[in-house]
Protein backbone atom coordinates (compact mmCIF):
# COMPACT_ATOMS: atom_id res chain seq x y z
CA UNK A 1 0.00 0.00 0.00
CA UNK A 2 3.34 2.26 0.50
CA UNK A 3 3.59 2.02 -2.98
CA UNK A 4 0.85 4.27 -3.98
CA UNK A 5 1.39 6.74 -1.39
CA UNK A 6 3.26 9.21 -3.03
CA UNK A 7 1.25 9.15 -6.45
CA UNK A 8 -1.86 9.39 -4.55
CA UNK A 9 -0.92 12.65 -2.72
CA UNK A 10 1.03 13.81 -5.60
CA UNK A 11 -2.36 13.49 -7.90
CA UNK A 12 -4.35 14.84 -4.63
CA UNK A 13 -2.42 17.81 -4.97
CA UNK A 14 -2.76 18.45 -8.31
CA UNK A 15 -6.67 17.96 -8.34
CA UNK A 16 -7.13 19.78 -5.25
CA UNK A 17 -5.11 23.01 -6.58
CA UNK A 18 -6.04 23.46 -9.84
CA UNK A 19 -9.35 25.41 -8.72
CA UNK A 20 -7.45 27.63 -7.12
CA UNK A 21 -5.13 28.02 -9.44
CA UNK A 22 -7.31 28.74 -12.36
CA UNK A 23 -9.85 30.84 -10.02
CA UNK A 24 -6.92 33.28 -8.60
CA UNK A 25 -5.66 34.02 -12.42
CA UNK A 26 -9.75 34.66 -13.20
CA UNK A 27 -9.80 36.63 -10.36
CA UNK A 28 -6.45 38.98 -12.00
CA UNK A 29 -7.76 39.06 -15.78
CA UNK A 30 -11.31 40.20 -14.61
CA UNK A 31 -10.39 42.21 -11.04
CA UNK A 32 -12.70 44.81 -11.56
CA UNK A 33 -15.83 42.42 -12.23
CA UNK A 34 -14.63 40.00 -9.12
CA UNK A 35 -13.79 43.22 -7.18
CA UNK A 36 -17.79 44.29 -7.81
CA UNK A 37 -18.97 40.90 -7.00
CA UNK A 38 -17.40 41.01 -3.80
CA UNK A 39 -18.75 44.25 -2.71
CA UNK A 40 -22.26 42.88 -4.11
CA UNK A 41 -21.74 40.48 -1.45
CA UNK A 42 -21.07 42.78 1.36
CA UNK A 43 -16.98 41.62 1.25
CA UNK A 44 -14.96 44.57 0.95
CA UNK A 45 -12.69 44.38 -2.43
CA UNK A 46 -9.66 45.89 -0.87
CA UNK A 47 -9.45 41.71 0.08
CA UNK A 48 -9.13 40.78 -3.11
CA UNK A 49 -5.43 41.01 -3.62
CA UNK A 50 -5.44 38.97 -0.68
CA UNK A 51 -7.96 36.26 -1.88
CA UNK A 52 -5.69 36.36 -5.31
CA UNK A 53 -2.63 35.65 -3.20
CA UNK A 54 -4.57 33.01 -1.12
CA UNK A 55 -6.20 31.11 -4.12
CA UNK A 56 -3.28 31.75 -6.87
CA UNK A 57 0.00 31.32 -4.08
CA UNK A 58 -1.56 28.63 -2.02
CA UNK A 59 -3.00 26.20 -5.28
CA UNK A 60 0.69 26.40 -6.18
CA UNK A 61 2.31 25.98 -2.99
CA UNK A 62 0.03 22.82 -2.83
CA UNK A 63 0.28 22.10 -7.04
CA UNK A 64 4.59 21.41 -6.40
CA UNK A 65 4.26 20.91 -2.29
CA UNK A 66 5.61 23.72 -0.51
CA UNK A 67 4.68 24.68 2.66
CA UNK A 68 2.14 22.29 1.79
CA UNK A 69 0.82 21.78 5.70
CA UNK A 70 0.54 25.67 6.08
CA UNK A 71 -0.55 25.96 2.38
CA UNK A 72 -3.20 23.30 3.25
CA UNK A 73 -4.62 25.28 6.67
CA UNK A 74 -5.05 28.32 4.79
CA UNK A 75 -7.23 26.76 1.73
CA UNK A 76 -9.30 25.03 4.47
CA UNK A 77 -10.15 27.39 5.84
CA UNK A 78 -10.53 29.76 3.06
CA UNK A 79 -12.57 27.54 1.91
CA UNK A 80 -15.25 27.18 4.60
CA UNK A 81 -15.55 31.68 4.83
CA UNK A 82 -15.93 31.58 1.15
CA UNK A 83 -18.64 29.43 0.95
CA UNK A 84 -19.75 31.15 4.13
CA UNK A 85 -19.77 34.61 2.72
CA UNK A 86 -20.63 33.70 -0.74
CA UNK A 87 -23.06 30.78 -0.56
CA UNK A 88 -24.34 29.56 2.48
CA UNK A 89 -25.33 33.36 3.09
CA UNK A 90 -27.13 33.34 -0.15
CA UNK A 91 -29.86 30.85 0.67
CA UNK A 92 -32.79 32.86 1.15
CA UNK A 93 -35.43 30.40 1.45
CA UNK A 94 -37.89 33.20 -0.76
CA UNK A 95 -40.78 31.29 -3.18
CA UNK A 96 -39.05 30.86 -6.63
CA UNK A 97 -35.88 30.56 -5.20
CA UNK A 98 -35.53 26.72 -4.96
CA UNK A 99 -33.49 26.30 -7.90
CA UNK A 100 -30.77 28.63 -7.24
CA UNK A 101 -30.82 28.18 -2.76
CA UNK A 102 -29.77 24.75 -4.11
CA UNK A 103 -27.12 25.51 -6.47
CA UNK A 104 -26.06 27.45 -3.53
CA UNK A 105 -25.96 24.84 -1.11
CA UNK A 106 -24.28 22.58 -3.62
CA UNK A 107 -21.48 25.29 -3.92
CA UNK A 108 -21.24 25.69 -0.23
CA UNK A 109 -21.16 22.10 0.65
CA UNK A 110 -18.14 21.68 -2.44
CA UNK A 111 -16.42 24.15 -0.63
CA UNK A 112 -16.98 21.95 2.69
CA UNK A 113 -15.76 19.17 1.26
CA UNK A 114 -12.69 20.57 -0.59
CA UNK A 115 -11.78 21.82 2.80
CA UNK A 116 -11.87 18.04 4.00
CA UNK A 117 -9.25 17.33 1.15
CA UNK A 118 -6.95 20.02 2.70
CA UNK A 119 -7.09 19.01 6.05
CA UNK A 120 -6.30 15.18 5.33
CA UNK A 121 -3.50 16.87 3.18
CA UNK A 122 -2.67 18.54 5.95
CA UNK A 123 -2.37 15.58 8.20
CA UNK A 124 -0.80 13.33 5.88
CA UNK A 125 1.90 16.03 4.17
CA UNK A 126 3.01 16.63 0.28
CA UNK A 127 4.30 13.00 0.08
CA UNK A 128 7.57 11.90 -1.32
CA UNK A 129 7.10 13.43 -4.65
CA UNK A 130 6.95 17.20 -3.43
CA UNK A 131 9.27 20.39 -2.75
CA UNK A 132 8.93 19.47 0.80
CA UNK A 133 9.98 16.08 0.14
CA UNK A 134 13.42 17.61 -1.36
CA UNK A 135 13.89 19.94 1.33
CA UNK A 136 13.25 16.80 3.75
CA UNK A 137 10.02 18.72 5.45
CA UNK A 138 7.68 16.04 4.23
Not at 66 to 95: D, E, M, N, P, W
Request: aromatic share 10%; glycine share 16%; with cysteine.
Amino acid sequence: MDSIKAPALLAGRILLSIIFITSGWGKITGYAGTAGYMEAMGVPSLLLPLVILTELGGGLAVLVGFQTRIAAFLLAGFCVVSGYLFHYKAISGAAGQEMMDMMNWLAFMKNVTIAGGFLTLLGAGAGALSVDAKLGKA
